[in-house]
């Protein structure tokens, strides 16, 4: 189970939109620190998008250095739920995954200095405390990656793959929830350009993700709460 905490470190919530515009779907996520130094996040991913019904809660358990430790995830899509747990050393993942009352066990071995991908937005920050901003330019990072494997009927799996990320400048972001000092990182991914800007505390202010030039989705922080 999740470590219980007691010092609140920062909140948030993100609009996803859609071709600049809201796509029924949300984000609420909470960072907490416990007595013992350990790091909590926690966020809820819900809403509808054309007929699909969408909730995803998810726990992550880090270390003060956030490296993840454990996790936890529930995911509903319409009436089907699935549950996923997964156990991090340096060098191993235990995962588990229960769908249809089917229990679905794997290890995999992973990288050292891995960085984690997951579904919330709130975490993608997290992933560049991997990159060397001393040597900047483009660097590849190795990702633990979570994704939706449909043709299993599967909710999650885990692969590892390697991402480039580079550091493009300091630029000023307003979304609703303020006006922000940022770092704008540019991701490259399967002959995609996505634009990431980042607060001084690695949270994410905004991440344009363009699928197509009609499928481009701009994740949006629109609440913000340090402390």
Partial sequence: MILSTQQSVAQGKYN???AQHDSGLTETWTLQRSANGLLEHQAQVKGRVGLVRLKQNTQLRMTAEYRPQYLEMTQQLNENEAQTTLHFTDDLITQTITVAGETHE???E???NYALFLPPVSLQGFILRQYDQVAGGRQTLNLVSLRMQPEDNLPLSVTIRPVDYEYCNDEEIE???GQFACRHFRRY???MEQDLWIDKDDVVIQWSVPYSPIMK???LL???QRG
């Fill in 222 to 224: 629109v609440q913000y």
């Fill in 175 to 177: 979304t609703l929830a």
């Fill in 189 to 191: 991914e399967q002959h």
């Fill in 16 to 18: 996803y939109q859609l």
């Fill in 106 to 108: 794997a290890v995999l």
């Fill in 217 to 219: 989705w701009d994740y």
């Fill in 110 to 112: 992973v990288p050292i």
